[in-house]
């Protein structure tokens, strides 16, 4: 309950603000729809002209307060108009149906998953490289600092082009860009792993006379299981982010990033804010698997307590 409770209160402070800012943001398009409807609503002032917030104009006319919650085309959505959006969309809706985030969250949790596993394959064994080549720790560490200073959102359509100029389309482009963001965490954090014993149990091992590989096997890697994991819960958030992003410049008609995009071409904003919501449990789900994964292989390996 301890470990609850600070996260519930912050869950309601930012619904608190969320709920908040609901008010100023949707007032005027509230007051521009009561005037189209034959509403009595006091004008604007020209001090409130010059306003944006929408507060002065919401204070004189109090009945447009409840307005501001239920706009068809709202600027900012209430929450519950968010939930509803879901509930409808999720449980509602087949999951064969376009209108499902079921198949659209399908569609980017493959992308997700595909590059997920090849950057943390292609992480680990860059890590093992790095801790026992000198020369790759010189070499490709720091040039795997450096692509991270590249904005995705710009090498998201480079990449997206040149695998479509040679007939590359569908999942895999989509994969790579989730594998160019995962691979990252996973290599520091392999890394640091790998390098966590301390000299006194290497000493150990070369006083058995164990090879390299029985070091690897027998300190190295189990002592670098806690860091993995930790690399893991992260990068598996970044190749989400990577799958939705790869779907933003292709124009797709699936997943989390296509429906992002429908919201906002069509001017309907809880579609947009319903996918991101969406994308936002996924994210938390995977990290909640990860998260439960790591408790039962750490007790079983007699590093945590039962």
């Given at each position: 309950?301890?470990?609850?409770?600070?996260?519930?209160?912050?869950?309601?402070?930012?619904?608190?603000?969320?709920?908040?800012?609901?008010?100023?943001?949707?007032?005027?398009?509230?007051?521009?729809?009561?005037?189209?409807?034959?509403?009595?609503?006091?004008?604007?002032?020209?001090?409130?002209?010059?306003?944006?917030?929408?507060?002065?104009?919401?204070?004189?006319?109090?009945?447009?307060?409840?307005?501001?919650?239920?706009?068809?085309?709202?600027?900012?959505?209430?929450?519950?108009?968010?939930?509803?959006?879901?509930?409808?969309?999720?449980?509602?809706?087949?999951?064969?149906?376009?209108?499902?985030?079921?198949?659209?969250?399908?569609?980017?949790?493959?992308?997700?998953?595909?590059?997920?596993?090849?950057?943390?394959?292609?992480?680990?064994?860059?890590?093992?490289?790095?801790?026992?080549?000198?020369?790759?720790?010189?070499?490709?560490?720091?040039?795997?600092?450096?692509?991270?200073?590249?904005?995705?959102?710009?090498?998201?359509?480079?990449?997206?082009?040149?695998?479509?100029?040679?007939?590359?389309?569908?999942?895999?482009?989509?994969?790579?860009?989730?594998?160019?963001?995962?691979?990252?965490?996973?290599?520091?954090?392999?890394?640091?792993?790998?390098?966590?014993?301390?000299?006194?149990?290497?000493?150990?091992?070369?006083?058995?006379?164990?090879?390299?590989?029985?070091?690897?096997?027998?300190?190295?890697?189990?002592?670098?299981?806690?860091?993995?994991?930790?690399?893991?819960?992260?990068?598996?958030?970044?190749s989400l982010v990577g799958a939705i992003v790869a779907e933003l410049p292709t124009g797709a008609r699936a997943g989390f990033g296509a429906r992002m995009l429908v919201?906002?071409?069509?001017?309907?904003?809880?579609?947009?804010?319903?996918?991101?919501?969406?994308?936002?449990?996924?994210?938390?789900?995977?990290?909640?698997?990860?998260?439960?994964?790591?408790?039962?292989?750490?007790?079983?390996?007699?590093?945590?307590?039962?």
């Open positions: 309950m301890k470990s609850v409770l600070p996260v519930l209160t912050i869950v309601a402070a930012i619904l608190f603000v969320w709920v908040l800012a609901v008010i100023p943001m949707n007032m005027h398009l509230t007051a521009d729809q009561a005037q189209r409807d034959g509403l009595a609503v006091s004008p604007e002032t020209p001090a409130e002209r010059q306003d944006h917030s929408g507060l002065g104009l919401s204070l004189r006319n109090p009945s447009l307060l409840g307005l501001t919650f239920v706009q068809e085309r709202p600027r900012l959505p209430s929450p519950h108009q968010v939930a509803v959006e879901m509930w409808d969309t999720i449980v509602m809706k087949k999951i064969t149906s376009k209108r499902s985030l079921v198949y659209h969250g399908w569609v980017t949790l493959s992308a997700t998953l595909l590059g997920f596993a090849i950057g943390t394959g292609l992480g680990i064994l860059l890590a093992v490289g790095i801790v026992y080549n000198r020369a790759m720790d010189m070499s490709v560490m720091p040039w795997a600092i450096a692509s991270q200073t590249i904005p995705i959102l710009a090498l998201a359509p480079m990449i997206i082009v040149m695998l479509g100029a040679i007939g590359i389309q569908g999942l895999l482009p989509k994969a790579i860009i989730s594998a160019y963001l995962s691979f990252f965490p996973v290599v520091v954090g392999m890394v640091k792993g790998l390098r966590s014993p301390d000299g006194m149990q290497l000493d150990l091992l070369r006083t058995y006379h164990a090879s390299p590989a029985q070091g690897f096997w027998k300190l190295r890697l189990p002592a670098s299981v806690p860091y993995l994991f930790a690399s893991l819960k992260i990068g598996i958030s970044a919201g906002d071409q069509y001017g309907q904003p809880l579609v947009t804010w319903a996918a991101l919501f969406a994308a936002a449990i996924t994210a938390a789900a995977l990290v909640g698997l990860f998260s439960l994964l790591e408790r039962l292989t750490l007790r079983r390996m007699g590093m945590v307590r039962a």
